[in-house]
């Protein structure tokens, strides 16, 4: 259980640099886009589509990046599926939280193959 | 009162292209802004600001533009002070419009000197 775990200083520093880092690209993927989107603009309901957009966005992002240690090897493995952030960037975290992400990120799969 | 004028077809053909006018005029502000808002962003609350940017375009729009002719005198009104139109660009609207417009300006032009 994600809620049950320990983390080490050592972990606790890798989780916040990995959080960080998808964080920042987060925010670069939503600024890029909103920039597209303005470029595009040639009719007044565009303008309300990229407000709606950036709603969205602040939303999700809000949803997503909950830094609750019981919630990080959760938000770790959707952060993963959905492009974020790789495995290999949370190199150093014990076996314990790796292992919960590699089965998140397997059932992951399963329900998209599908 | 602007609710007991009447309109001839004339003044209606005239109040429309007036309001379009303005509308349009609204929205390449709205437009132009959100564009140097965009550019500007070099951190995440600023996307935020846009969001809110839009939101208080939208809603102010929304308010701002009635297409009732029982509000149109004070549409007019406003959008005149607050540069979107101008008097000549309602030229041909009867005395009793044109007569309630100028009032208004006047009472604005009061109150922006006290």
Do not use: C
């Not at 292992?99 to 990120?105: E, N, P, S, T, W």
């Amino acid at each position: 259980m994600a809620n049950e775990m320990k983390w080490s200083p050592s972990e606790k520093a890798i989780a916040r640099k990995a959080f960080d880092l998808a964080l920042q690209r987060e925010f670069e993927a939503v600024i890029q886009e909103a920039k597209n989107r303005v470029a595009r603009i040639d009719e007044p309901s565009k303008l309300w589509e990229l407000e709606a957009y950036l709603t969205r966005s602040r939303k999700k992002i809000d949803n997503r990046y909950d830094y609750r240690y019981s919630m990080l090897p959760l938000v770790f493995t959707n952060l993963i599926v959905e492009g974020r952030l790789s495995l290999e960037e949370l190199h150093g975290l014990g076996e314990d939280k790796l292992d919960y992400i590699r089965r998140g990120l397997s059932l992951a799969e399963d329900w998209a193959a599908r």
